[in-house]
């Protein structure tokens, strides 16, 4: 009998190499897989630019990156899939987290921040969220994830050790209290790490055996480039540099660089950015 998670459905029919692999590498750290991909965002900074003086808003190229990489999950569902307990899950949800710093010093305390990404949001609807949490999150002194993470980290060692031991095997059987993983970015589809909002490039980073989260991305600084177009002249052109770093358990190299051409266009093609998420786009993945 199959018993699904809060957060998850068993995916059953698997052939006999994903049924075995979770047993190979059982960590989700010994399955990392890292690409750096650079993005010409040079028609969607135009486009944002524009729509910021003509509306009065506040597009932020992070907004942009969020649209996309959702609509990418929602298109390709295999991304949103994740190993716990030795088992391949389906996540019911497309959820992406991030930190948010409260001032840019390096005393600065940092918030944690989850974002439930709905079929019907629009680069529109996920930029108004985004700037609304955070700014509220940059109001209070912190969120319930924050005031959780400081009473717990004020506990004794040997009292974490049994708590975290306790909470690993919850995970293993995938009885996780959705209270636990509400606003914990460990449960995310997408950790992703904003460096070029601090003026800092995009590093590998790991991902966690705590949690679920399969994927994690690091959004280095926007740069410039001056390329030649077919005319002979160099044109500049506004470039991104990205990170991602996936659990290779849940989609081989072929479906993860056939989504990235999703993420692609998207970027180089913002007008799209303005349908829901869950809408096709004109892109060969097959």
């Given at each position: 009998?199959?018993?699904?998670?809060?957060?998850?459905k068993?995916?059953?029919?698997?052939?006999?190499?994903?049924?075995?692999?979770?047993?190979?590498?059982?960590?989700?750290?010994?399955?990392?897989?890292?690409?750096?991909?650079?993005f010409?965002?040079?028609?969607?900074?135009?486009?944002m630019r524009?729509?910021?003086?003509?509306?009065?808003?506040?597009?932020?190229?992070?907004?942009?990156?969020?649209?996309?990489i959702?609509?990418?999950?929602?298109?390709?569902?295999?991304?949103?899939?994740?190993?716990?307990?030795?088992?391949?899950?389906?996540?019911?949800?497309v959820?992406?987290?991030?930190?948010?710093?409260?001032?840019?010093?390096?005393?600065?305390?940092?918030?944690l921040?989850?974002?439930?990404?709905?079929?019907d949001?629009t680069?529109?609807?996920?930029?108004?969220?985004?700037?609304?949490?955070?700014?509220?999150?940059?109001?209070?002194?912190?969120?319930?994830?924050?005031?959780?993470?400081?009473?717990?980290?004020?506990?004794p060692?040997?009292?974490?050790?049994?708590?975290?031991?306790?909470?690993?095997?919850?995970?293993?059987?995938?009885?996780?209290?959705?209270?636990?993983?509400?606003?914990?970015?460990?449960?995310s589809?997408?950790?992703?790490?904003?460096?070029g909002?601090?003026?800092?490039?995009?590093?590998?980073?790991?991902?966690?055996?705590?949690?679920?989260?399969?994927?994690?991305?690091?959004?280095?600084t926007?740069?410039?480039?001056?390329?030649?177009?077919?005319?002979?002249?160099?044109?500049?052109?506004?470039?991104?540099?990205?990170?991602?770093?996936?659990d290779?358990?849940?989609?081989d190299?072929?479906?993860?660089?056939?989504?990235?051409?999703?993420?692609?266009?998207l970027?180089?093609?913002?007008?799209y950015?303005?349908q829901?998420?869950?809408a096709?786009?004109?892109?060969?993945?097959?």
């Amino acid at each position: 009998m199959f018993r699904d998670r809060v957060d998850g459905k068993r995916i059953k029919d698997l052939d006999g190499f994903h049924s075995i692999v979770p047993y190979i590498m059982p960590k989700r750290t010994e399955a990392e897989v890292s690409s750096r991909e650079t993005f010409d965002v040079t028609d969607l900074c135009e486009y944002m630019r524009n729509r910021n003086l003509a509306e009065g808003i506040n597009l932020k190229l992070f907004h942009a990156f969020c649209t996309a990489i959702s609509r990418t999950i929602y298109l390709r569902p295999q991304m949103n899939i994740f190993v716990a307990g030795k088992r391949f899950w389906q996540r019911k949800d497309v959820i992406l987290s991030f930190v948010v710093k409260r001032k840019f010093e390096d005393s600065s305390e940092e918030s944690l921040m989850c974002l439930k990404v709905t079929p019907d949001m629009t680069l529109d609807s996920i930029s108004h969220t985004i700037l609304g949490d955070v700014d509220a999150i940059r109001k209070a002194k912190t969120n319930d994830v924050g005031k959780l993470m400081d009473f717990v980290g004020k506990l004794p060692r040997f009292i974490l050790c049994i708590l975290f031991g306790f909470l690993r095997i919850l995970e293993y059987f995938g009885v996780m209290p959705s209270s636990l993983m509400k606003g914990d970015p460990n449960y995310s589809t997408v950790l992703l790490s904003n460096l070029g909002s601090i003026g800092a490039g995009a590093p590998y980073h790991h991902l966690s055996n705590y949690g679920t989260c399969s994927i994690m991305v690091t959004i280095g600084t926007l740069r410039k480039e001056f390329e030649e177009a077919a005319d002979g002249i160099k044109k500049e052109r506004d470039k991104l540099d990205v990170t991602f770093t996936l659990d290779e358990r849940i989609a081989d190299g072929f479906y993860f660089a056939k989504s990235l051409r999703i993420t692609r266009f998207l970027l180089e093609h913002p007008e799209y950015l303005t349908q829901p998420v869950n809408a096709a786009v004109p892109v060969d993945v097959c």
